[in-house]
């Protein structure tokens, strides 16, 4: 199957000659953010971009690769993010808070991108060897992390993705909820709106209700570090 390659109505103001690939997939992030995955249109995103409508398949020769490219974009931009931790030279469980955090920021500052990386909107992504190659580079940054926890005594001797699992998957599932506003509550009008339901079971999210996202982020970061920190760690820990 062929795609139109025809570029010659492309209009030159909207970006520089030669970035036209990074225009579409900024683009395409925000038509996924105002209509949704299903309506992104390659038509579209080449009007907005000011482009001929046949330009944007010189890059995407349809909808799934430009997915894949923002997706890799994503992974791409959050890697760095948390590369940038390990320039700094810092303590094992400083660096650990550190790279979560950074890890949480690329999300709530890109959830589009976030939702597409690990979603199901790409299908058998395993088939696109440069997006498990992205992937697979900003998870090995958390690898690096925990591996020096375990050599340096912080973190228990164990298998490093036995301990590297759990807090990818902590990490990961505090940043989708907070994507999904699940911690902008306003407290009691939440209580309010429990109670009404008849439960009688203890109301959830009220530390992040009642605390700053800052109180929340670090009690996290605390309750997930000493779930794999060692034995003296720990003790370490509980005499401060």
Known sequence: MTFPTDVSNEKSGNYHHGNLREVLIDIACAHIRDVGMEKLSLRAIAKDAGVSANA??????????LLIAIAIAGFEQMAEAMHH??????PILEEMRLKGRAYIHF????????????GPAISER??????????????????KTVRKGIETGIFRN?????????????????????????????????????????QNLPCPLTFACEHSLEETLDNFFNASILGIASEQTRKDHACR
Not at 107 to 118: D, N, Q
């Open 56 to 65: 944007p398949y010189r890059h995407f020769p349809d909808k799934r690769s």
């Open 85 to 90: 931790v390990d320039e700094r030279a810092l």
């Open 107 to 118: 999300a709530t500052t890109h959830p589009e991108k976030y939702k597409l990386m690990f």
């Open 126 to 143: 395993t088939e696109s060897m440069e997006l498990m190659i992205a992937a697979g580079t900003s998870y090995e940054l958390l690898l």
């Open 158 to 198: 164990a298998e490093v993705r036995s301990l590297a699992d759990p807090i990818w998957a902590q990490i990961h599932g505090i940043s989708s909820l907070l994507i999904d506003g699940f911690f902008n509550h306003d407290v009691q009008n939440f209580r309010t709106a429990w109670s009404q339901q008849g």
